[in-house]
């Protein structure tokens, strides 16, 4: 089997530890695994496959030789060395925001909208926000057997969301609490907490991160005139996105053609037992959209009402990421 030299810019955040964990898992064929971080990292080491691989910082020329470039630093250090990357000839992708909506650039989630035509050279495919990811992995079979017209979703978002800093900051407010508290990457104290804000307020009232969710969910689905409406709120889980999500289908349907529709779909576990409703804390670590509580809407007979469920460190950012290079590498053999 041909073996890939593989780049990981990130590669000691929250998303890349687990890239490198899912590359060890997956058994993604590495036969050089070169690491980036920033100068705080240097010189550490990562282990994989049995051999250690010293972190450099980006550099000139940093990138000659390799075959695939996982990005996962933010957007601003994606959009000035992403396309250096895929200039020195590897096809790169990109966790960040930076290219997710440009026109010219794939925004791919390989069970929605997975094909072969964008690998004409190497290039730039963007991994979507990670609530719009598990949003999307369940729509599909909706839209695929009865088209939607409208969809409406309420975020309960992790501290991982917002990487290591998020994460360690619930940790530390709880270990410190009741004593005095102190906030620094999100708005409001976080412990005890939910806060309805994820990223900056536009004028309309909307943060960031709902735009991204309708944004790229309309992008991914290919459906541009498709209504969507995000409310994104983050609350205290340590990891996995929650999300309440109101569907509107284009014809009226019973229960056991919903049923069938998202059983046995590639990538998602649907939950028939109202009981047995998934949670963040069954999912972080899994590798699937989990899907529960469907039911009809009274008020509108076409629209259904679904819980989902996702580790967004997983399927949300890492493990999407993986599965477009293992797209890149079958279509290459
Ligand atoms: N967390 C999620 O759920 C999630 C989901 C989807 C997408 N994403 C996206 O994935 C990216 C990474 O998120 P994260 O949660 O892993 O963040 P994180 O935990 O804060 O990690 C950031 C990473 O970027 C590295 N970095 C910082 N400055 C750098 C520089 N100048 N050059 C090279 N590397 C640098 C850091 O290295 P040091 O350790 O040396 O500082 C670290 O490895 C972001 O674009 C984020 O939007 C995150």
Redesign the pocket.
């Known amino acids: 089997m041909k073996q890939y030299k593989v780049g990981l810019?990130?590669?000691?955040?929250?998303?890349?530890k687990v890239f490198v964990q899912l590359l060890a898992e997956r058994k993604f064929p590495v036969s050089e695994l070169r690491p980036?971080?920033?100068?705080?990292?240097q010189g550490k080491k990562i282990e994989l496959n049995n051999k250690s691989w010293e972190?450099k910082?980006?550099t000139t020329n940093c990138f000659e030789g390799l075959d695939l470039v996982f990005?996962?630093?933010?957007?601003d250090?994606?959009k000035e060395w992403g396309p250096i990357a895929v200039k020195a000839g590897a096809y790169v992708i990109d966790?960040?925001?930076a290219f997710r909506m440009d026109p010219e650039i794939p925004l791919i989630v390989p069970e929605v909208n997975w094909t072969n035509e964008i690998l004409k050279k190497p290039c730039l495919i963007a991994?979507p926000?990670?609530s719009t990811i598990q949003l999307v992995v369940a729509l599909k079979p909706l839209r695929d057997s009865f088209g939607i017209e409208d969809v409406r979703v309420s975020s309960y978002q992790a501290v991982?969301?917002?990487?290591?800093?998020g994460y360690d900051e619930l940790l530390d407010q709880t270990k410190k609490y009741p004593e005095s508290i102190s906030s620094q990457t999100f708005a409001r104290q976080i412990l005890f907490n939910c806060i309805p804000q994820i990223g900056s307020f536009d004028k309309d009232g909307f943060t960031s991160e709902e735009v991204k969710i309708m944004n790229e969910t309309r992008k991914i689905l290919n459906e541009p005139k498709l209504k969507v409406s995000a409310f994104t709120v983050r609350v205290p889980a340590l990891n996995a996105h929650s999300e309440t999500v109101w569907v509107t289908l284009s014809k009226q349907i019973n229960e056991e053609q919903i049923h069938q529709a998202l059983s046995g779909k590639d990538g998602l576990v649907f939950i028939k037992d109202h009981n047995q409703y998934p949670t963040a804390l069954d999912v972080s670590g899994k590798d699937p959209v989990y899907v529960g509580r469907v039911h009809k809407d009274p008020n509108d007979l076409k629209t259904w009402m679904l819980w989902i469920v996702s580790d967004?460190?997983k399927k949300?950012?890492a493990l999407n990421g993986i599965q477009i290079a293992e797209k890149i590498i079958t279509a290459h053999d």
């Open positions: 810019v990130g590669a000691t955040g929250m998303v890349g980036f971080a920033s100068d705080a990292s972190i910082t980006l990005f996962s630093s933010g957007d250090i994606s966790n960040s925001a991994n926000n990670c991982s969301g917002a990487g290591q800093a967004n460190i949300g950012a």
